[in-house]
T-cell receptor, first 113, second 116 residues
């Protein structure tokens, strides 16, 4: 069965510092991988997605993620965070059958001024 | 393009009452997903529907919960005889019919249910 693990519940980084949020997945075939962001009281917004091809994918708001098959990981990165990046970040996995998309438990990002 | 519309945004019910949550997908989207988010938790898949068909309801509780997506009108998530544990945010998402875009979910702003 598909599963997604986000090992960090809460991360605090200083504004301007670099960021890496971890995501590990379990899936038998080549997964479709996603990162979403949720601001308080809001729905989820897609940051980026990986289906195939180049393992480094670029997203909106300066985020990128790298698919590493050998490590079953899809970590999210940003070189320099802004205070407006404070939010909850969710990693998700799907497949080519376009059935249910499974989400991780999320990582809350706080920004230190 | 109004995006995914959910209503009501906030709903308060007393124990034993019924809750109905509605979701209108984005124009051109024919797949609808419902997720539940409990406080301080992630999103839990509930059900995946296409028009007039339930494709996957493996995340739905066996009792009191039902979902539909009729040929005309919005998708409805219905919770009968609500209990306090049903208090949560319920998110609807939609996606296109085919292709890789079928995996890309567009979310509504959610419906927050409070059971007194």
């Amino acid at each position: 069965a598909q599963s997604v693990t986000q090992p960090d519940i809460h991360i605090t980084v200083s504004e301007g510092a670099s960021l890496e949020l971890r995501c590990n997945y379990s899936y038998g075939a080549t997964p479709y991988l996603f990162w979403y962001v949720q601001s308080p009281g809001q729905g989820l917004q897609l940051l980026l997605k990986y289906f195939s091809g180049d393992t480094l994918v670029q997203g909106i708001k300066g985020f990128e993620a790298e698919f590493k098959r050998s490590q079953s990981s899809f970590n999210l990165r940003k070189p320099s965070v802004h205070w407006s990046d404070a939010a909850e970040y969710f990693c998700a996995v799907g497949d080519s059958s376009a059935s249910k998309i499974i989400f991780g438990s999320g990582t809350r990002l706080s920004i230190r001024p | 393009n109004a995006g995914v519309m959910q209503n009501p945004r906030h709903l308060v019910r007393r124990r034993g009452q019924e809750a109905r949550l509605r979701c209108s997908p984005m124009k051109g989207h024919s797949h609808v997903y419902w997720y539940r988010q409990l406080p301080e938790e992630g999103l839990k898949f509930m059900v995946y529907l296409q028009k007039e068909n339930i494709i996957d309801e493996s995340g739905m509780p066996k009792e009191r919960f039902s979902a539909e997506f009729p040929k005309e009108g919005p998708s409805i998530l219905r919770i009968q005889q609500v209990v306090r544990g049903d208090s949560a945010a319920y998110f609807c998402a939609s996606s296109p019919r085919t292709g890789r875009g079928a995996n890309v979910l567009t979310f509504g702003a959610g419906s927050r249910l409070t059971v007194l």
